[in-house]
């Protein structure tokens, strides 16, 4: 009462310097409220320039202060400050009592409220930054974490609210608010789903911020950009952003990179087609042609079998084999070899099965695109040929021999 008392009599003699105080009723009031929301203004203005111009002068980039001490935390500082010096200066121009003062006495709760929630997100929005500026948990997915601490301070936020609107005890609608969970949890459901696929995301370790991840049936190749409540962002190769929520990624089958990096090795996996009709036995020039071919000369003098019993085809494999071995990207801690698949009516493949020592995309394009043409280029010193269906000059050139037979006929 005595710093009201003081407060009032300070607006009294204010008005009566200003040639205000013979003002009746309302009158009175309003130049006293016109007076207090001044008053109030300039010190939010005034407050917002220091703590700007402090920030201006304080170095505080790329450290963990330029996360806390950044523009809009000071400008929600300064108007959080002059909310509370005009609840302070209320009685000065309306009356507690009053209807009017009731009212606005109200409103500043409110205000209060929710001044205060958001200093509250700003802190913890503060804190998840710093935390996630630290390397061993850049990239975890904590902005879903961030986001439901964040709806959990704005829902008890909200009941405060509602409390100071209707005048009500908060206790008795925090009772209340069980019986509606049913119908908010309806409300909700997608949400609710995405918030536990996302705990389940990240609990499970199942994909982050930065791993490559492949769903086909989403239409989703790309890397993981960011990860929040609802959505998971993926930029593609094309530069292309798509959104997929949580819970599809959960309950659906996607495939994560992030292994093949962190194994060290990735994995080739492809195959030519061998024409059955060129695979044959080894003559003694065909033998002396390939004893030729550097990796060769050692293995082709070293067979004590018939010279009938080596296929062109074997000697071929064992090539590559032996040329995989001699390369200095193929992986050796890793399983690799060569093989043969199923036969089909387009020939024999026969598949290299080996892993590269880099994991970067662009050179492990490059390493295989290289292999394989080597393979093709060598394929004909071992009298074998890599099956193609017939092209348009293919049945062109067949026309043109059935034509000369028929002449030379």
């Known amino acids: 009462m005595k710093e009201n008392t003081f407060l009032l009599e300070w607006m009294?003699?204010?008005?009566?310097?200003?040639?205000?105080?013979?003002?009746?009723?309302?009158?009175?009031?309003?130049f006293a409220t016109v007076i207090v929301v001044v008053i109030c203004l300039c010190i939010w203005r005034l407050l917002t320039y220091l703590f700007l111009r402090a920030n201006k002068i304080q170095d505080y980039i790329n450290t963990p202060l330029e996360v806390i001490f950044d523009v809009p935390n000071l400008k929600k500082m300064a108007l959080t400050i002059s909310v509370i010096i005009f609840y302070t200066m209320l009685p000065l121009a309306f009356d507690p009592s009053?209807?009017?003062?009731?009212?606005?006495?109200?409103?500043?709760?409110?205000?209060?409220?929710w001044m205060f929630t958001s200093a509250i997100n700003s802190v913890v929005r503060t804190i998840f930054s710093l935390v996630y500026q630290k390397r061993k948990t850049t990239g975890a997915p904590l902005k879903g974490f961030m986001q439901v601490v964040q709806i959990v301070v704005w829902v008890v936020a909200i009941i405060f609210i509602v409390s100071i609107i209707i005048d009500k005890s908060p206790?008795?609608?925090f009772a209340g608010l069980g019986a509606s969970l049913a119908v908010l949890s309806f409300v909700f459901k997608d949400t609710i789903l995405n918030l536990v696929s996302g705990i389940l995301l990240s609990s499970d370790k199942m994909v982050?911020?930065?791993?490559?991840i492949e769903m086909p049936s989403a239409g989703i190749d790309g890397t993981v950009i960011d990860m929040s409540l609802n959505t998971v962002k993926v930029r593609g190769w094309d530069n292309t952003v798509s959104n997929v929520s949580p819970y599809t990624l959960t309950t659906g089958t996607f495939k994560n990179w992030e292994g093949m990096f962190?194994?060290?090795?990735?994995?080739?996996?492809?195959?030519?087609?061998?024409?059955?009709?060129?695979?044959?036995?080894?003559?003694?020039?065909?033998?002396?042609r390939i004893a030729k071919v550097e990796l060769m000369t050692e293995y082709v003098a070293s067979l004590e079998r018939p010279v009938q019993g080596v296929s062109n085809l074997e000697l071929l494999r064992v090539y590559i084999e032996r040329y995989m071995e001699s390369q200095e990207w193929l992986n050796r801690d890793?399983?690799?070899?060569?093989?043969?698949?199923?036969?089909?009516?387009?020939?024999?493949?026969?598949?290299?099965?080996a892993f590269t020592k880099t994991t970067v995309w662009v050179e492990y394009e490059r390493i295989q695109a290289a292999l394989f043409e080597h393979i093709m280029a060598i394929a004909p010193i071992f009298d074998i040929r890599i099956f193609q269906r017939p092209s348009g000059s293919d049945l062109e050139k067949r026309v043109s021999l059935e034509e000369m037979e028929e002449i030379c006929g």
Not at 98 to 113: E, P, Q
Request: with cysteine.
């Open 334 to 353: 890793m399983l690799h070899m060569v093989r043969h698949l199923q036969s089909s009516d387009t020939g024999v493949p026969l598949q290299v099965y």
């Open 98 to 113: 009053s209807t009017v003062g009731v009212a606005v006495r109200k409103g500043l709760d409110v205000m209060l409220v």
């Open 208 to 212: 982050k911020v930065g791993d490559w």
């Open 262 to 288: 962190a194994s060290g090795g990735r994995r080739i996996a492809r195959f030519v087609e061998i024409d059955i009709n060129t695979v044959k036995f080894c003559s003694e020039e065909l033998l002396a």
């Open 12 to 30: 009294s003699r204010l008005l009566e310097w200003l040639g205000l105080n013979s003002a009746e009723g309302g009158y009175k009031s309003l």
């Open 171 to 173: 206790t008795k609608l």
